[in-house]
C-alpha cells in the first residue's frame, strides 16, 4: 500500500520522536509538568464531494500530528490515517484533530497505531476532536485504541456536528494499562466526553470519568467487574432501527459485554471486554458487517488496523 504525505511544516528530528524511548515517570517534591516541553498537535482536514467522488480541498498539520492520504484506487471515498510522531501523549501536551466532510463527500479517517498516554505529574494531557458532517456527506472516525499508562491523565473531548441527510460512524476505545507489562491502574485521572449536536442543538452527551478514589473498585459488578477495554460507537443517519438490530444480532457471538440502544436520533453502543484484544476482535467484525452495508462507503474496516 503506498502512501501519500502531505507535509506543510517541517519535521526536525523525526526519527528520533517516532522511536522515542518510553521513560518512567519521576516524582520529586516540586515537580510539574508546566516545567517541562510540551507537545501542541493540530491537523485540519476538509473535504468536498466532486464529479469522480471526494476531492481534498484543505489540509493543514502543526508537529507532532501528521496526515497521511492512502492511495485507494478508484474508491470514491477518502481515507485519512493520522500520525502522532511523538510516540505518544505526555502530561500538558494538547492535540486537536478537525474533520469537515462538506456535502456529497466520503471519507474515513484512523490512526496508525494505537496511542498512548504515559503518566503524568500533575498535568492532564489534552485531547479534542472536532467532527462536522455536512448535508449528503458520510465520515467514519475509526481511530485505534488509546492505552493508558497508570498514572496517566487525560481529558479527551469529542464534538461532532451532523446535518440532515448525513452520515456519521464515529469509535473510540480506552485500554486500561499495559496487558503485556501485567500493569494495573492504581491512580490517575480520566475524563472521556461526547457531544452530539444537529443543526446546533445538542442531540447526545456523555461523559466516562475515572479518579483516584475509583480505581480500587473498577472491579466492582456495578462498574468494569473484570474488563480492562472499552468502547463507545455511535451511527448517526438513516435506517437506525435496521442498524440497531444488526448490531445486536452480532453482540451474541462476542466474547465482551455489549449494549446498544437510540437515543436523540442517534444509536449508541458500549463494548467491554477483558483485554483489548478481545474487543478490537469484536469491533473488527461490527466494522465488516458495517462495511457489507456500505460497499462503497467509508463504514467499513480501516486497512491501517490490519497493518
Not at 83 to 94: L, M, Q
Not at 234 to 239: E, F, L, P, Q, T
Not at 270 to 294: C, H, I, P
Request: net charge neutral; glycine share 8%.
Amino acid at each position: 500500500m503506498k502512501l501519500m504525505m502531505v507535509d506543510t511544516t517541517p519535521v526536525a528530528h523525526l526519527a528520533e520522536a517516532t522511536n522515542a524511548i518510553e521513560m518512567p515517570v519521576r516524582r520529586t517534591e516540586n515537580s510539574s509538568d508546566k516545567a517541562l516541553q510540551r507537545a501542541e498537535g493540530t491537523c485540519r482536514i476538509v473535504v468536498d464531494g466532486a464529479a469522480n467522488g471526494t476531492r481534498i480541498m484543505d489540509v493543514y498539520q502543526k508537529s507532532p500530528i501528521r496526515v497521511l492520504f492512502p492511495r485507494t484506487g478508484n474508491d470514491p471515498s477518502q481515507e485519512a490515517v493520522l500520525v502522532n510522531t511523538s510516540g505518544g501523549v505526555a502530561g500538558g501536551d494538547s492535540l486537536q484533530s478537525t474533520v469537515t466532510a462538506l456535502s456529497g463527500s466520503s471519507i474515513a479517517v484512523t490512526t496508525q497505531a494505537a496511542e498512548k498516554i504515559y503518566g503524568a505529574l500533575d498535568e492532564s494531557a489534552r485531547i479534542l476532536t472536532k467532527l462536522n458532517v455536512g448535508n449528503g456527506a458520510k465520515l467514519a472516525w475509526l481511530p485505534q485504541e488509546t492505552i493508558l499508562f497508570n498514572h496517566a491523565r487525560l481529558c479527551r473531548r469529542t464534538e461532532i456536528e451532523v446535518s440532515p441527510g448525513s452520515e456519521l460512524l464515529a469509535l473510540e476505545c480506552l485500554v486500561l494499562g499495559r496487558a503485556a507489562r501485567g500493569e494495573k491502574l492504581s491512580a490517575g485521572d480520566i475524563i472521556d466526553s461526547w457531544h452530539v449536536s444537529r443543526n446546533g442543538q445538542l442531540q447526545w452527551g456523555d461523559t466516562f470519568r475515572l479518579t483516584n478514589e475509583v480505581f480500587s473498585h473498577l472491579s466492582r459488578k456495578a462498574l468494569l467487574w473484570d474488563s480492562t477495554a472499552v468502547a463507545t460507537l455511535i451511527y448517526s443517519g438513516a435506517d437506525l432501527d435496521e442498524r440497531l438490530q444488526l448490531i445486536r444480532a452480532e453482540f451474541i457471538s462476542f466474547d465482551c459485554q455489549c449494549s446498544a440502544t437510540l437515543v436523540g436520533g442517534i444509536l449508541v453502543a458500549r463494548l467491554a471486554a477483558r483485554s483489548s484484544f478481545e474487543l478490537k476482535a469484536a469491533l473488527r467484525n461490527l466494522l465488516q458487517e458495517f462495511g457489507k452495508q456500505n460497499a462503497a462507503g467509508p463504514f467499513r474496516l480501516p486497512k491501517m488496523w490490519s497493518c
